[in-house]
């Protein structure tokens, strides 16, 4: 296994509604991306965190947020849930920037 | 036109064959590159890494094509337990990974 985990592992929601995702990293990896899994396709980058700051960002709109903590543990936060927004949310750990290691995901479902 | 691109497959081959597959990306300033598998509605977990001179480890061997932009995995002597999908990965950047949407191997018995 990783040493990644994330919480919850599924969760149903409704449009609108707003949701934050938790991811802990393994140890001693100071970096976390997010990814988002729509069933059939490659996981689609969301943003990476690099020691408590945004180290970059996919094409997601605003409403998509992150944080990171300083114990490297993430949130992702998504507001004004849409239909669309149903997928398999990955968070990633890496000790630099380039070999990354899932988590197993959130799988989200909005009604 | 987009980041990676793989051959969906499905590829349907027999326990003990031997199956190939490849993948294009389309920036050429891409500096790492990766094969992850992903069992059904589980995680992506890392295969290889993919190198300049090929690498293998086992009976999977991959291979890199900077010039055609394309990189490959060949799986050797096929068992049930390599049916998964496999994700092409490439690193444009510093911080993200490109994701090719995954080629399906089915091993049957």
């Known amino acids: 296994e990783t040493g990644v985990t994330q919480s919850p592992t599924h969760l149903i929601k409704t449009r609108g509604q707003q949701v934050t995702l938790r991811c802990s990293s393994q140890s001693g990896h100071n970096t976390v991306s997010w990814y988002q899994q729509a069933l059939g396709q490659g996981p689609q980058f969301i943003f990476q965190?690099?020691?408590?700051?945004?180290?970059g960002r996919g094409n997601f709109p605003p409403r998509f947020s992150g944080l990171q903590f300083p114990n490297y543990s993430s949130e992702l936060n998504v507001n004004a849930l849409e239909l669309d927004d149903s997928a398999l949310y990955l968070c990633?750990?890496?000790?630099?920037?380039?070999?990354?290691?899932f988590g197993p995901g959130t799988r989200l479902t909005v009604l | 036109r987009k980041e990676v691109e793989q051959d969906p497959g499905p590829f349907n081959v027999p326990e003990g064959a031997t199956v190939a597959f490849n993948c294009t990306y389309s920036?050429?300033?891409?500096?790492?590159f990766f094969w992850y598998r992903q069992d059904c509605r589980k995680e992506p977990k890392l295969l290889m890494s993919?190198?300049?001179s090929g690498n293998e480890d086992g009976r999977f061997t991959a291979q890199l094509n900077r010039a055609s932009q394309y990189i490959s995995l060949l799986i050797r002597d096929s068992k049930l337990s390599d049916s998964a999908t496999y994700l092409c990965?490439?690193?444009?950047?510093?911080?993200?990974?490109?994701f090719g949407a995954g080629t399906t191997v089915t091993v049957r018995a």
């Open positions: 920036n050429s300033a891409s500096q790492s």
């Open positions: 990965v490439v690193n444009p950047n510093d911080y993200k990974l490109s």
């Open positions: 993919v190198y300049s």
């Open positions: 990633a750990s890496s000790p630099g920037p380039d070999t990354q290691y």
């Open positions: 965190y690099y020691r408590e700051e945004e180290n």
